[in-house]
């Protein structure tokens, strides 16, 4: 059986080649297992930059964006909360993407 924190890897690691496949990039990522498992990750996207974000303990998974790389003030947010799964387990790949998609970043 795996460890949480071995699932979330893993997970990233299939987040990185789905976003790839879009000419999307990862640029940073942060994992806290004393924060309930909540964690974050930046993505470069044409240009522009996201910040992907699970917060475990309310159960919601948020994306954000800025104009510039040197203006990191909140534009645009889109969440989705994810009390029912919260329990069973943290958001997968698709539901990452589909936020993305929500959120008019990608196609």
């Known amino acids: 059986m795996q ?3 071995t699932s979330h890897f893993l997970f990233m690691a ?3 080649r789905e976003l790839a496949a879009i000419r999307a990039e990862v640029q940073d990522h942060s994992y806290a297992a004393s924060v309930f498992g909540s964690w974050c990750f930046t993505i470069r996207v044409h240009g522009a930059r996201y910040r992907v974000v699970y917060d475990a ?3 919601v998974l948020s994306v954000e964006s800025s104009p510039t790389e040197n203006r990191p003030e909140v534009t645009v947010s889109a969440s989705s909360p994810l009390a029912e799964e919260r329990a069973a387990s943290p958001p997968g790949t698709a539901a ?3 936020l993305l998609r929500t959120a008019g970043i990608t196609a």
């Open 57 to 59: 303990r309310e159960g």
């Open 14 to 16: 299939d987040v990185s």
């Open 96 to 98: 990452v993407l589909s």
């Open 3 to 5: 460890s949480y924190a």
